[in-house]
Protein backbone atom coordinates (compact mmCIF):
# COMPACT_ATOMS: atom_id res chain seq x y z
CA UNK A 1 0.00 0.00 0.00
CA UNK A 2 1.44 3.39 -1.42
CA UNK A 3 0.87 6.38 1.79
CA UNK A 4 -1.61 8.81 1.04
CA UNK A 5 -2.08 12.39 1.81
CA UNK A 6 -5.15 14.33 1.45
CA UNK A 7 -5.47 17.74 1.20
CA UNK A 8 -8.64 19.25 0.13
CA UNK A 9 -10.13 22.67 -0.01
CA UNK A 10 -11.69 26.03 -1.82
CA UNK A 11 -9.74 28.04 -4.43
CA UNK A 12 -6.84 29.90 -2.67
CA UNK A 13 -7.00 28.06 1.32
CA UNK A 14 -2.81 27.28 0.83
CA UNK A 15 -3.83 23.89 -0.29
CA UNK A 16 -1.14 23.57 -3.20
CA UNK A 17 1.57 25.50 -1.19
CA UNK A 18 0.76 23.53 1.79
CA UNK A 19 0.94 20.47 -0.50
CA UNK A 20 4.42 20.89 -2.31
CA UNK A 21 6.03 21.98 1.05
CA UNK A 22 4.60 18.85 2.40
CA UNK A 23 5.76 16.55 -0.54
CA UNK A 24 9.33 18.20 -0.19
CA UNK A 25 9.58 17.92 3.55
CA UNK A 26 8.83 14.00 3.27
CA UNK A 27 10.42 13.46 -0.17
CA UNK A 28 7.38 12.14 -1.74
CA UNK A 29 5.00 12.81 -4.93
CA UNK A 30 2.91 15.52 -5.49
CA UNK A 31 -1.00 15.72 -7.40
CA UNK A 32 -2.06 19.06 -8.54
CA UNK A 33 -5.45 17.44 -9.07
CA UNK A 34 -6.91 21.12 -9.92
CA UNK A 35 -4.65 21.39 -12.96
CA UNK A 36 -5.66 18.39 -14.69
CA UNK A 37 -9.15 20.69 -14.95
CA UNK A 38 -7.80 23.65 -15.68
CA UNK A 39 -5.61 21.63 -18.74
CA UNK A 40 -9.03 20.60 -20.07
CA UNK A 41 -10.73 23.78 -19.48
CA UNK A 42 -7.85 25.51 -20.86
CA UNK A 43 -7.47 22.65 -24.06
CA UNK A 44 -11.41 23.25 -24.93
CA UNK A 45 -10.95 27.00 -24.57
CA UNK A 46 -8.21 26.78 -27.42
CA UNK A 47 -10.36 24.17 -29.86
CA UNK A 48 -13.74 26.17 -29.12
CA UNK A 49 -14.90 23.35 -27.48
CA UNK A 50 -18.27 24.29 -25.26
CA UNK A 51 -19.01 23.48 -21.75
CA UNK A 52 -22.56 21.52 -23.31
CA UNK A 53 -20.35 19.40 -25.77
CA UNK A 54 -19.68 16.51 -23.18
CA UNK A 55 -18.24 13.75 -25.41
CA UNK A 56 -15.54 16.25 -26.87
CA UNK A 57 -14.25 17.61 -23.40
CA UNK A 58 -14.04 13.81 -22.52
CA UNK A 59 -12.20 12.88 -25.53
CA UNK A 60 -9.47 15.39 -24.19
CA UNK A 61 -9.57 14.62 -20.90
CA UNK A 62 -8.98 10.80 -21.79
CA UNK A 63 -6.48 12.37 -25.07
CA UNK A 64 -4.81 15.34 -23.68
CA UNK A 65 -0.66 14.62 -23.43
CA UNK A 66 0.62 16.00 -20.36
CA UNK A 67 4.21 16.54 -19.29
CA UNK A 68 4.92 17.36 -15.49
CA UNK A 69 8.76 19.05 -15.74
CA UNK A 70 9.60 20.52 -12.21
CA UNK A 71 7.43 23.63 -11.82
CA UNK A 72 6.62 23.69 -15.38
CA UNK A 73 3.62 22.23 -17.22
CA UNK A 74 3.52 20.88 -21.04
CA UNK A 75 -0.27 20.55 -22.91
CA UNK A 76 1.00 18.38 -25.96
CA UNK A 77 4.02 20.21 -26.05
CA UNK A 78 3.50 23.59 -25.36
CA UNK A 79 4.03 25.01 -22.43
CA UNK A 80 1.13 26.07 -20.18
CA UNK A 81 2.30 26.63 -16.53
CA UNK A 82 1.61 30.17 -16.48
CA UNK A 83 -1.83 30.09 -18.87
CA UNK A 84 -3.70 27.73 -16.57
CA UNK A 85 -3.06 29.91 -13.38
CA UNK A 86 -5.28 32.84 -15.19
CA UNK A 87 -8.78 33.48 -13.64
CA UNK A 88 -10.43 32.77 -16.32
CA UNK A 89 -8.50 29.18 -17.01
CA UNK A 90 -9.66 28.74 -12.97
CA UNK A 91 -13.36 29.68 -13.70
CA UNK A 92 -13.47 27.11 -17.02
CA UNK A 93 -11.97 24.33 -14.72
CA UNK A 94 -14.52 25.04 -12.41
CA UNK A 95 -17.11 24.19 -15.04
CA UNK A 96 -15.94 21.44 -16.75
CA UNK A 97 -15.24 19.58 -13.43
CA UNK A 98 -18.97 20.30 -12.40
CA UNK A 99 -19.24 17.65 -15.30
CA UNK A 100 -19.62 14.16 -13.73
CA UNK A 101 -18.54 12.41 -17.00
CA UNK A 102 -15.18 14.54 -17.32
CA UNK A 103 -14.45 14.03 -13.90
CA UNK A 104 -14.99 9.98 -14.46
CA UNK A 105 -12.57 10.49 -17.48
CA UNK A 106 -10.02 11.71 -15.02
CA UNK A 107 -10.25 9.52 -12.33
CA UNK A 108 -7.92 6.54 -12.68
CA UNK A 109 -5.18 8.83 -14.25
CA UNK A 110 -5.26 10.70 -10.95
CA UNK A 111 -5.17 7.11 -9.13
CA UNK A 112 -1.95 6.44 -11.35
CA UNK A 113 -0.09 9.00 -9.61
CA UNK A 114 0.07 7.53 -6.07
CA UNK A 115 3.82 6.46 -6.54
CA UNK A 116 6.45 4.71 -3.48
CA UNK A 117 7.85 6.12 -1.35
CA UNK A 118 3.89 8.39 -0.98
CA UNK A 119 2.10 10.84 -2.28
CA UNK A 120 0.43 14.41 -1.54
CA UNK A 121 -2.50 14.93 -3.23
CA UNK A 122 -4.68 18.33 -3.10
CA UNK A 123 -7.83 19.36 -4.98
CA UNK A 124 -11.24 19.24 -3.51
CA UNK A 125 -12.32 15.18 -3.56
CA UNK A 126 -9.30 14.06 -3.61
CA UNK A 127 -10.19 12.30 0.60
CA UNK A 128 -13.63 11.95 0.00
CA UNK A 129 -13.57 10.32 -3.58
CA UNK A 130 -10.58 9.43 -5.21
CA UNK A 131 -8.15 8.06 -2.82
CA UNK A 132 -11.16 7.24 0.22
CA UNK A 133 -8.89 5.10 2.07
CA UNK A 134 -5.83 7.78 2.28
CA UNK A 135 -3.78 7.43 5.32
CA UNK A 136 -3.85 11.29 6.41
CA UNK A 137 -6.47 13.78 4.99
CA UNK A 138 -6.66 17.07 5.92
CA UNK A 139 -9.17 19.86 4.81
CA UNK A 140 -8.12 23.27 4.79
CA UNK A 141 -10.12 26.44 4.65
CA UNK A 142 -10.39 30.72 4.99
CA UNK A 143 -12.33 33.28 4.34
CA UNK A 144 -13.22 34.41 0.65
CA UNK A 145 -12.12 38.03 2.16
CA UNK A 146 -8.43 36.07 3.44
CA UNK A 147 -8.70 33.79 0.08
CA UNK A 148 -9.20 36.78 -2.10
CA UNK A 149 -6.58 39.01 -0.51
CA UNK A 150 -3.76 36.23 -0.91
CA UNK A 151 -4.88 36.06 -4.37
CA UNK A 152 -4.57 39.71 -5.01
CA UNK A 153 -1.11 39.94 -3.71
CA UNK A 154 -0.04 37.11 -5.55
CA UNK A 155 -1.06 38.49 -9.10
CA UNK A 156 0.81 41.78 -7.65
CA UNK A 157 3.81 40.58 -7.04
CA UNK A 158 3.68 39.08 -10.70
CA UNK A 159 2.38 42.73 -11.90
CA UNK A 160 -0.79 41.82 -12.59
CA UNK A 161 -3.76 43.86 -11.55
CA UNK A 162 -7.28 42.66 -10.56
CA UNK A 163 -9.63 44.69 -7.99
CA UNK A 164 -10.15 42.89 -5.22
CA UNK A 165 -13.63 43.13 -5.08
CA UNK A 166 -14.05 40.93 -8.55
CA UNK A 167 -11.39 38.62 -6.81
CA UNK A 168 -14.08 37.65 -3.55
CA UNK A 169 -16.84 37.69 -6.46
CA UNK A 170 -15.14 35.28 -8.52
CA UNK A 171 -13.99 33.20 -5.29
CA UNK A 172 -17.47 32.90 -4.04
CA UNK A 173 -19.03 31.88 -7.59
CA UNK A 174 -16.03 29.66 -7.97
CA UNK A 175 -16.97 28.20 -3.91
CA UNK A 176 -21.07 27.97 -4.90
CA UNK A 177 -20.37 25.77 -7.95
CA UNK A 178 -17.71 23.57 -6.44
CA UNK A 179 -20.05 23.01 -3.37
CA UNK A 180 -23.10 22.81 -4.85
CA UNK A 181 -22.32 20.49 -8.01
CA UNK A 182 -23.98 16.65 -7.76
CA UNK A 183 -20.99 14.79 -8.14
CA UNK A 184 -17.98 14.80 -5.86
CA UNK A 185 -18.66 17.89 -4.21
CA UNK A 186 -16.13 20.30 -1.97
CA UNK A 187 -16.72 18.59 1.57
CA UNK A 188 -14.88 17.86 4.28
CA UNK A 189 -14.18 14.05 3.96
CA UNK A 190 -14.69 11.64 7.01
CA UNK A 191 -11.71 12.29 9.64
CA UNK A 192 -10.40 14.55 7.89
CA UNK A 193 -7.89 17.36 10.20
CA UNK A 194 -10.14 20.88 9.83
CA UNK A 195 -7.70 23.67 9.13
CA UNK A 196 -9.60 27.28 9.50
CA UNK A 197 -6.22 29.26 8.00
CA UNK A 198 -7.57 32.59 8.07
CA UNK A 199 -5.34 34.00 10.84
CA UNK A 200 -2.80 31.26 10.56
CA UNK A 201 1.09 31.75 8.93
CA UNK A 202 2.15 29.00 6.34
CA UNK A 203 4.34 27.34 8.96
CA UNK A 204 1.40 27.72 11.79
CA UNK A 205 -0.86 25.40 9.05
CA UNK A 206 2.23 23.29 7.95
CA UNK A 207 2.81 22.35 11.13
CA UNK A 208 -0.53 21.24 12.53
CA UNK A 209 -0.21 19.06 8.99
CA UNK A 210 3.05 17.69 10.66
CA UNK A 211 1.30 17.03 13.89
CA UNK A 212 -1.26 14.60 12.37
CA UNK A 213 1.46 13.22 9.57
CA UNK A 214 3.67 11.80 12.54
CA UNK A 215 1.13 10.18 14.27
CA UNK A 216 -0.23 8.70 11.36
CA UNK A 217 3.38 7.55 10.58
CA UNK A 218 5.06 7.38 13.31
CA UNK A 219 8.55 6.02 12.17
CA UNK A 220 8.88 9.19 9.08
CA UNK A 221 11.38 11.80 10.71
CA UNK A 222 9.37 14.84 9.93
O1 LIG B 1 -7.41 23.91 -7.16
P1 LIG B 1 -7.67 24.75 -8.42
O2 LIG B 1 -8.15 26.13 -8.11
O3 LIG B 1 -6.51 24.73 -9.36
O4 LIG B 1 -8.87 24.00 -9.17
C1 LIG B 1 -9.49 24.53 -10.31
C2 LIG B 1 -10.92 24.04 -10.39
O5 LIG B 1 -10.93 22.64 -10.61
C3 LIG B 1 -11.75 24.27 -9.12
O6 LIG B 1 -12.58 25.40 -9.22
C4 LIG B 1 -12.59 23.04 -8.99
C5 LIG B 1 -11.95 22.02 -9.84
N1 LIG B 1 -11.38 20.89 -9.09
C6 LIG B 1 -12.23 19.86 -8.77
O7 LIG B 1 -13.42 19.93 -9.03
N2 LIG B 1 -11.74 18.75 -8.16
C7 LIG B 1 -10.45 18.66 -7.84
N3 LIG B 1 -10.00 17.55 -7.25
C8 LIG B 1 -9.57 19.74 -8.14
C9 LIG B 1 -10.07 20.85 -8.77
Redo the contacts with the bound molecule.
Keep these: MIPIITI?G???SG??TIASLLAERLGWEVL???????LV?YAAGKSGIGFDQVDNLCEIARNMHVMFKGDQLFLDGEEVSRS??TEV???A??K???IPEV?AALLEW?RSFAREPGLV??????GS??FPDADVKVFLTASAEERANRRHNQLKEKGISVSLRDLVRDIRE?DE??QN?DV?P?IAPVAALEVESTSLSIDEVLEQVLGKVRTAFPDLCV
Aim: hydrophobic residues 35%; positive net charge; without cysteine.
Design positions: DPSGKGDSGALYRGIRAGNASVAARQADGRDMVVRRDRAL
